[in-house]
């Protein structure tokens, strides 16, 4: 069997039509704009999928944590970029994209985790690292970290971004009535300090 270029292979996007931020949105219009096929995996055929097709990605209509669907989404592909909402599903859909991924062969994996996992789990008093001495009572956090495990050991080629918050969706969707109502951008991090990260 015969694989084509890795240029000339998709690059699978999940969360392509997500509705909070945008990401896995962006991703693709910035991959497409550059001249590259890109799989944008969503999870309705709906209007968002529609401008997705209108840009030039090839829509896919899929659940992450559906062996079927994620073997028709990354076939094919040479790279995948994962991102997804937080969800109960987070861990058991990472397990699963990691599992399809290795059995197609997948060159690499950029997966979208967030700056908490490494740099935060915060208390009332204290700041400390999660490892794998440490853990923290946030489940949001710990999937993360969790699915940050299994893709390191799943012998794939990963990449994990961890940013901090994008403006583009943390501060528009939280910060949004602040701004509309008191003409301020009030957030909720407490006295906690932040340094948002741009999509573009």
């Given at each position: 069997?015969t694989t084509?270029?890795a240029h000339?292979?998709?690059?699978?996007?999940?969360g392509a039509?997500?509705?909070?931020?945008?990401?896995?949105?962006?991703v693709t219009t910035?991959?497409?704009a550059?001249?590259?096929k890109?799989?944008a995996?969503?999870?309705k055929d709906d209007?968002?999928?529609?401008e997705?097709?209108?840009l030039?990605a090839?829509?896919?209509?899929?659940?992450?944590?559906?062996?079927?669907s994620?073997?028709?989404?990354?076939e094919g592909c040479?790279r995948?970029?994962f991102?997804m909402s937080?969800?109960?599903?987070y861990?058991e859909?990472?397990?699963n994209?990691?599992?399809?991924?290795?059995?197609h062969?997948v060159?690499?994996?950029?997966n979208?985790s967030?700056?908490t996992v490494?740099?935060m789990?915060i208390?009332?008093?204290s700041?400390?690292?999660m490892?794998?001495?440490?853990?923290t009572?946030?489940p949001?956090h710990?999937?993360h970290?969790l699915?940050?495990?299994?893709?390191?050991?799943s012998?794939?080629p990963?990449?994990?971004?961890?940013?901090?918050a994008?403006?583009?969706?943390f501060f528009?969707?939280?910060g949004?009535?602040?701004?509309?109502?008191?003409d301020e951008?009030?957030?909720?991090?407490?006295n906690?300090?932040?340094s948002?990260s741009s999509q573009?």
């Open positions: 069997m084509k270029p000339n292979r998709p690059i699978l996007v999940t039509g997500g509705a909070i931020g945008g990401i896995g949105r962006n910035s991959l497409l550059k001249g590259y890109v799989r995996l969503v999870r209007e968002r999928a529609d997705l097709r209108r030039g090839k829509v896919m209509v899929g659940d992450l944590t559906d062996l079927t994620m073997h028709r989404a990354i040479s995948v970029y991102g937080v969800s109960a599903a861990l859909a990472t397990v994209v990691a599992a399809v991924e290795r059995h062969g060159e690499v994996i950029v979208m967030q700056m490494t740099e789990s208390t009332e008093m700041i400390t690292e490892s794998i001495t440490e853990t009572g946030s949001q710990k999937l970290w699915a940050e495990q299994v893709l390191q050991c012998g794939l990963v990449v994990t971004v961890r940013p901090t994008f403006p583009e969706s528009l969707t939280l949004a009535a602040g701004v509309r109502d008191n951008l009030a957030l909720p991090l407490g906690s300090k932040t948002p573009v």
